[in-house]
């Protein structure tokens, strides 16, 4: 290659450790030696010898690795600035989400934590599960049910709390637990392509099993139509039922990240903002990542990614801070970087103040508060907008009959009970009106005889 005719390229080696960083696995690199000047921004190491990883010279640049993993994105990212002749940003962006809160969270542990990040002045995030599904019975438990958690979520979020849209269900099959995959088949490993969950729908054809790529492809725009239809239904009945409770969401999170590239394009529809990680496979929802700013990545079709970044607090682990302590240790040198984490409200309020504490700790750091940029959250019957530091505004339009069937849909039981309430009561008002004819017909006959 006539631009890099003065650099020498060695061949294939391995490295270790990257900027000193222990690696989990052996990455493969080509070794190149650069000319006079270069500037070496990055550097890999195997056994005591040292390898250029990210090298510029002049408008040139190399890096080395043939293939990115999440453990080299920390030096490529800190290396964009220099690489594209950018001044780094001076601030960290950080947030807490307090996850997972359905209608069987404890409105007293949930209260607690979300009073503490208020009252310390801290911008704060709850992803909200409007339907419990349980995984033995297939009961549906509806948020509504539980009028103190929704007056405690009401309450926090007047306080500067903000609802993410957690999916509706967190569940595609009643066998998976009560927090399983919502928008990925995990039991075939493939995008949702029936709403049928009584029966396993069949594992998704590929490219041989058709005899041109023009039958293979509308093969795959009839999938796509068929996840776009669940997925619509889904966002639909999340934003509405949230909405009808006076809770509105900025933003959704896919359960577990789990969604295909379709699926992000449909929920583009109704969200501005998504957070958490992206699934990068259409055939394997264990492949994901995120990058470490808040971004619009290509494949979440315009909308604007907060990736999560630290992971959590594990309470079942001895040490449940070090994996966050690593991960803010290596975010710290990547400038602008977002420190994105979750918090699960049944913990309580023990390993929360430490958590903070370590996010405060990172140099330059400032809490993302939504409430200060501008986001859309729209259905067919509701839009929600949020303009920068205004108040958040609301147009609905839903129908309460819309809303009865669809709880008749997810608690079959209770149309049973509404028949059984309808056919008692006009029993009651039959025989009511029964003993006032018979009353008026038993003094008729009185006056009758008296006469």
């Known amino acids: 290659m006539q631009p890099y005719k003065q650099w020498k390229f060695v061949g294939p080696e391995s490295i270790r450790k990257l900027d000193n960083d222990s690696l989990e696995t052996i990455l493969s690199i080509i070794h190149v030696i650069p000319p006079e000047e270069s500037e070496i921004l990055?550097?890999?190491?195997?056994?005591?010898?040292?390898?250029?990883?990210?090298?510029?010279?002049?408008?040139?640049?190399?890096?080395?690795?043939?293939?990115?993993?999440?453990?080299?994105?920390?030096?490529?990212?800190?290396?964009?600035?220099?690489?594209?002749?950018?001044?780094?940003?001076?601030?960290?962006?950080?947030?807490?989400?307090?996850?997972?809160?359905?209608?069987?969270?404890?409105?007293?542990?949930?209260?607690?934590?979300?009073?503490?990040?208020?009252?310390?002045?801290?911008?704060?995030?709850?992803?909200?599960?409007?339907?419990?599904?349980?995984?033995?019975?297939?009961?549906?438990?509806t948020l509504a049910s539980n009028k103190k958690l929704v007056r405690v979520l009401k309450e926090l979020q007047k306080r500067g709390g903000m609802i993410i849209a957690h999916g509706y269900t967190h569940s595609y099959r009643h066998e998976e637990t009560g927090e399983g995959f919502e928008f990925w088949d995990a039991k075939l490993n493939q995008k949702i392509i029936t709403k049928n969950t009584d029966e396993t729908p069949p594992k998704m054809k590929n490219s041989l099993d058709f005899t041109s790529e023009e039958e293979y492809q509308k093969y795959l725009n009839k999938m796509n139509r068929l996840e776009k239809e669940y997925i619509d239904e889904k966002l639909t009945n999340s934003i509405e039922h949230l909405t009808q409770l006076g809770l509105y969401p900025i933003a959704f999170e896919a359960p577990h990240y789990a969604m295909s590239p379709n699926g992000y394009h449909v929920t583009s529809e109704y969200f501005s903002s998504i957070f958490g990680q992206v699934q990068l496979s259409d055939e394997n929802w264990e492949v994901m990542s995120a990058p470490l700013f808040a971004s619009k990545p290509a494949i979440t079709s315009g909308m604007t990614l907060y990736p999560e970044t630290i992971g959590f607090i594990d309470p079942t682990l001895s040490d449940p801070y070090q994996e966050m302590e690593t991960k803010l240790k290596q975010l710290e040198k990547?400038?602008?970087?977002?420190?994105?984490?979750?918090?699960?409200?049944?913990?309580?309020?023990?390993?929360?103040?430490?958590?903070?504490?370590?996010?405060?700790?990172?140099?330059?750091?400032?809490?993302?508060?939504?409430?200060?940029?501008?986001?859309?959250?729209?259905?067919?019957?509701?839009?929600?907008?949020?303009?920068?530091?205004?108040?958040i505004q609301v147009t609905s339009s839903i129908n309460g009959y819309k809303?009865?069937?669809?709880?008749?849909?997810?608690?079959?039981?209770?149309?049973?009970?509404?028949?059984?309430?309808?056919?008692?009561?006009?029993?009651?008002?039959?025989?009511?009106?029964?003993?006032?004819?018979?009353?008026?017909?038993?003094?008729?006959?009185?006056?009758?005889?008296?006469?």
């Open 42 to 141: 990055s550097t890999g190491e195997n056994l005591g010898e040292r390898f250029p990883f990210i090298v510029k010279k002049g408008k040139l640049s190399y890096i080395a690795a043939t293939a990115f993993r999440t453990e080299t994105k920390y030096s490529v990212s800190q290396s964009l600035y220099s690489l594209l002749d950018q001044k780094p940003p001076d601030v960290h962006q950080a947030y807490i989400r307090l996850e997972d809160i359905s209608p069987i969270t404890d409105p007293k542990l949930l209260k607690e934590t979300g009073e503490y990040l208020s009252e310390h002045n801290i911008p704060f995030y709850m992803a909200v599960i409007p339907v419990y599904v349980n995984s033995e019975t297939g009961e549906y438990t």
């Open 334 to 391: 990547v400038p602008g970087s977002m420190i994105g984490g979750f918090y699960h409200p049944y913990i309580g309020l023990k390993y929360l103040p430490h958590m903070v504490e370590l996010i405060e700790s990172v140099p330059n750091v400032e809490w993302l508060d939504l409430r200060k940029t501008e986001q859309t959250v729209q259905s067919d019957h509701v839009k929600i907008k949020q303009e920068k530091d205004k108040p």
């Open 403 to 451: 809303l009865f069937f669809q709880n008749i849909k997810e608690r079959p039981f209770d149309l049973v009970l509404w028949v059984l309430a309808i056919i008692v009561s006009l029993t009651i008002l039959v025989f009511f009106f029964y003993i006032l004819g018979l009353r008026a017909r038993l003094r008729k006959r009185l006056f009758e005889e008296r006469n």
